[in-house]
């Protein structure tokens, strides 16, 4: 008899934490984290903004005439273009929503679709400052792409963000927006759009049988009286 309800309690919890694993939110430093995504048509990025700080806590590079990325430097003649990322692949991003508090994060195959849409709908051209949503003349952009090693896609000064990640390049011919940079008044890159959100699940595993059942039982001790009480 004590086999059988160890064999009864042990299929209950297992099913316990199926259902336990499915309603329970992943959490990114003690926060909920969801996962963005542009699947709706009227979903997506539709302006990049030039920020004074980079949500993706990432500043962009300088480079000079000869392509060299350069951090925090200027060399003359100067070139006006400017690179950097844009969103990190699986990178949790903050965001505060009134009083309520969470993450954000983009996979590869969202940020691919996600630059599709943009140039598919036209916004190339939509750059404005720190997300003032007037849209500022002579800052162009040159490219968008998604890091990729094994095509050698992999801009230097960023070596350590994953595969997936988008990146932005923009030549700026407007002078008072380039000063603004040189000067450090804007120092990335930001972007705004409708997005959808799913909550991501959290993953369960066990490192063995008794590392599996005693999570069982924890989990039992939680049920009702009448699960407690199986015979």
Excluded at 2 to 26: D, E, F, G, P
Excluded at 51 to 74: G, H, M, Q, R, S
Excluded at 97 to 108: H, L, Q, S
Excluded at 203 to 230: P, W
Aim: glycine share 8%; net charge negative.
């Amino acid at each position: 008899m004590l086999i059988i309800n160890y064999l009864v309690l042990r299929h209950i919890a297992v099913s316990a934490i199926y259902i336990y694993q499915k309603t329970i939110m992943k959490e990114y430093k003690g926060l909920p984290i969801y996962q963005g995504l542009v699947d709706d048509e009227g979903a997506g990025m539709y302006c990049i903004s030039l920020v004074a700080y980079a949500a993706t806590e990432e500043n962009f590079l300088y480079f000079n005439e000869d392509k060299t990325p350069l951090k925090f430097a200027i060399q003359n003649p100067e070139k006006h273009i400017v690179r950097g990322l844009l969103m990190g692949c699986g990178q949790p991003i903050y965001r505060r929503n009134g009083d309520y508090e969470f993450y954000i994060t983009f996979n590869a195959e969202t940020l691919a679709l996600m630059a599709e849409k943009y140039l598919k709908n036209g916004f190339s051209s939509m750059v404005d400052l720190n997300h003032d949503g007037q849209p500022v003349d002579g800052v162009n952009m040159t490219q968008i792409f998604i890091k990729n090693t094994e095509e050698g896609i992999n801009p230097k000064g960023f070596e350590d963000y994953k595969d997936g990640s988008l990146f932005v390049e923009f030549k700026v011919h407007n002078e008072e927006v380039w000063n603004a940079i040189k000067d450090g008044d804007f120092k990335g890159f930001s972007l705004a759009g409708a997005f959808e959100i799913a909550e991501i699940p959290t993953e369960f595993s066990a490192q063995s049988e008794d590392d599996e059942f005693a999570a069982c039982m924890q989990l039992i001790e939680k049920l009702t009286n009448k699960i407690k009480n199986v015979k």
